[in-house]
């Protein structure tokens, strides 16, 4: 199986796609292709004539350098992994050069607050990056749609406010997360886990499911300690933050309301390996 390796060439084969008027779906990327990237793959394959997977490791979405240095890379083995779903996807992956032009830095976006929490406040300048690239890539394919996993939910939604503020003619969809059997959550950097600490990261999930029943009974401050708690005597793991969040705003909750949805978000280090994961309350 080949790749589109410039825009050039990408934008003339769509041109031709949609002289036939095929409705085209994009499937970003950063490679080490998993079940939980096939998923959004299947989904745009039921959903539209022609697919493309893009493939890039967007440097500027990066705020740790070795994390970027030590990310999965192995575009024979994607292509392999894709090569069931000939003719219909098409994969692009371009250089950093050729994304990045001129410099390869983030733009400045107004992300409406929706990048102060979490990942944002982790992990700065991170969402910049995503929606440089995002931005990107949806007005180099103006795609019909394009596919997320739940798994990034926050990046989720700045996706979706940045679609709104930007004026895109395209539809945002999303899947499921798809586990491992233990419940871990499926990410290219469960390839950097030891065999040990991979399995015994279903206690990411396992904490998620247990808030979840406390939820119900329980005051989020409770449910907040308890989760501390549990990593507390977890010496494999270190927890880098426990939310339970407004599941629109994104905004952490103290006293529920009902009418409103939740959401418990969880980022946890497994050794040098940063794992995040998410799950709906009610
Ligand atoms: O979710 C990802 O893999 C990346 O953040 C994305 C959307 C491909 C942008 O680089």
Redesign the pocket.
């Known amino acids: 199986m080949t790749a589109i390796y410039t825009r050039a060439e990408l934008r003339n084969f769509l041109e031709a796609e949609k002289a036939q008027s095929r409705q085209i779906g994009l499937v ?3 490679g080490a292709l998993h079940q939980g990237h096939l998923s959004l793959v299947e989904k745009a394959i039921q959903e539209n004539d022609r697919v493309i997977v893009s493939i ?1 490791v ?1 440097p500027t ?1 990066f705020n740790n350098q070795d994390d970027l240095d030590t990310y999965p890379q192995n575009l024979e083995a994607d292509l392999d992994l894709l090569k069931p779903f000939l003719p219909k996807v098409v994969v692009f992956a371009p250089s950093i050069e050729e994304m990045y032009t001129d410099r390869v830095k983030a733009e400045n976006y107004d992300l409406g607050g929706l990048d102060h929490v979490m990942e944002g406040a982790h992990r700065k300048g991170h969402f910049e990056g ?1 929606a440089t ?2 931005e990107t890539l949806l007005r180099t394919t103006s795609p019909d749609r394009a596919y ?1 996993g739940e798994k ?1 939910y926050q ?1 989720l939604l700045i996706i979706k406010k940045l679609i709104r503020d930007k004026g895109l003619d395209v539809t945002i969809c999303h899947c499921p997360i798809v586990r491992e059997p233990n419940g871990l959550a499926m990410s290219s950097r469960n390839s950097r886990l030891p065999k040990r600490l991979r399995e015994r990261a279903g206690i990411i999930f396992n904490t998620l499911q247990s808030a979840k029943k406390q939820f119900g009974t329980k005051s989020v401050t409770n449910i907040e300690e308890w989760v501390e708690e549990v990593f507390r005597n977890e010496p494999d793991f270190e927890l880098e933050y426990f939310s339970i969040s407004d599941a629109n705003t994104l905004i952490p909750v103290d006293q529920k309301h009902i009418n409103k949805e939740y959401r418990a978000f969880i980022a946890v280090y497994a050794g040098d390996t940063r794992l995040i994961d998410n799950l709906a309350l009610n």
Request: charged share 10%; no cysteine; hydrophobic share 50%.
């Open positions: 970003p990327t950063m890039f967007n979405q995503v690239i995002v997320f990034d990046q």
